[in-house]
């Protein structure tokens, strides 16, 4: 019997015994089941189910007890190593970043950490040029207020080798530590040089802007500065903006705008020099 003859019986049937209200019925659950039929020999696709849901709903369980963090940021990396074009992604590469920031800042003792006594005469960029580190990261890790330093006051100066990858096609920038995922950053805007192609650049110059006039770290405007990292490619810049009612700084024609948060944050961690590849 084709299915013609048996959508024809059916709805008979449905009119006959229960009138207007069988033919409702027909038309809502057996004529959809009547049209798969005349398509047959079409597979019906069956959405598959996105493996990273259960894995990041154990990882927030985790960390909502705060039992196995270790655990839960093993399974953030299994995430974006094993599914990086997974919808759910992006959420895992968002709490690993935050939890490796953390880390990072955390006030806690570590291999890669450094304590320095403040001594009489010392100032945050005396102590940046001694050990290396970026003033901000220094004003960053000890949750200064001001610049201003006292003799005996004990701080803690984190280090780490950091890179940067931007992504063309995925239009997204990713901060690395020692080779490692570290951070990932999504742009509010990303408009790149029409000349830049793949390849090795690095960090030329950081620049804070404030009102139309470059400041430096140790001014009082500096706090509410927009930020610009800028590269050894013309046009390859990657900046915020503080102020959108009253630009500190004109927009650059091209670059990777950021949120002034995201690049407060990212301007403490990089420095002159910072290895920057384009994929």
Same mark, same amino acid.
């Given at each position: 019997?084709?299915?013609?003859?048996?959508?024809?019986?059916?709805?008979?049937?449905? %009119?006959?015994?229960?009138?207007?209200?069988?033919?409702?019925?027909?038309?809502?659950?057996?004529?959809?089941?009547?049209?798969?039929?005349?398509?047959?020999?079409?597979?019906?696709?069956?959405?598959?189910?996105?493996? %990273?849901?259960?894995?990041?709903?154990? %990882?927030?369980?985790?960390?909502?007890?705060?039992?196995?963090?270790?655990?839960?940021?093993?399974?953030?990396?299994?995430?974006?190593?094993?599914?990086?074009?997974?919808?759910?992604?992006?959420?895992?590469?968002?709490?690993?970043?935050?939890?490796?920031?953390?880390?990072?800042?955390?006030?806690?003792?570590?291999?890669?950490?450094?304590?320095?006594?403040?001594?009489?005469?010392?100032?945050?960029? +005396?102590?940046?040029?001694?050990?290396?580190?970026?003033?901000?990261?220094?004003?960053?890790?000890?949750?200064?207020?001001?610049?201003?330093?006292?003799?005996?006051?004990?701080?803690?100066?984190?280090?780490?080798?950091?890179?940067?990858?931007?992504?063309?096609?995925?239009?997204?920038?990713?901060?690395?530590?020692?080779?490692?995922?570290?951070?990932?950053?999504?742009?509010?805007?990303?408009?790149?040089?029409? +000349?830049?192609?793949?390849?090795?650049?690095?960090?030329?110059?950081?620049?804070?802007?404030?009102?139309?006039?470059?400041?430096?770290?140790?001014?009082?405007?500096?706090?509410?500065?927009?930020?610009?990292?800028?590269?050894?490619?013309?046009?390859?810049?990657?900046?915020?903006?503080?102020?959108?009612?009253?630009?500190?700084?004109?927009?650059?024609?091209?670059?990777?705008?950021?949120?002034?948060?995201?690049?407060?944050?990212?301007?403490?961690? %990089?420095?002159?020099?910072?290895?920057?590849?384009?994929?």
């Amino acid at each position: 019997m084709n299915a013609f003859v048996k959508a024809f019986i059916i709805t008979g049937l449905a %009119v006959t015994i229960f009138g207007g209200g069988g033919f409702l019925a027909y038309e809502l659950f057996f004529k959809k089941k009547e049209y798969q039929l005349a398509k047959k020999g079409q597979p019906v696709v069956t959405p598959t189910p996105d493996p %990273v849901l259960p894995m990041l709903q154990a %990882v927030r369980q985790h960390l909502l007890t705060g039992d196995d963090v270790p655990s839960a940021r093993d399974t953030l990396v299994s995430i974006i190593q094993s599914f990086p074009a997974s919808p759910s992604s992006d959420e895992a590469r968002q709490i690993l970043g935050t939890l490796n920031l953390q880390a990072f800042f955390s006030p806690d003792p570590g291999p890669n950490k450094t304590e320095y006594i403040v001594a009489r005469g010392d100032s945050i960029g +005396r102590i940046a040029a001694k050990t290396k580190a970026t003033p901000e990261l220094i004003f960053k890790a000890n949750g200064l207020s001001n610049p201003t330093l006292h003799p005996g006051r004990r701080l803690i100066i984190p280090s780490g080798q950091f890179s940067l990858t931007i992504n063309l096609k995925k239009q997204w920038v990713t901060l690395l530590n020692r080779g490692a995922f570290f951070k990932w950053y999504k742009p509010l805007d990303f408009k790149m040089p029409p +000349r830049l192609m793949p390849g090795q650049y690095k960090v030329s110059e950081k620049i804070a802007w404030f009102a139309g006039a470059r400041v430096g770290f140790g001014d009082k405007r500096y706090l509410g500065s927009s930020r610009w990292i800028v590269t050894n490619h013309s046009g390859l810049i990657i900046f915020s903006e503080t102020n959108p009612q009253a630009p500190n700084a004109p927009k650059p024609a091209t670059g990777i705008m950021l949120s002034p948060a995201d690049l407060e944050e990212l301007f403490a961690l %990089v420095s002159k020099s910072t290895p920057l590849v384009v994929e």
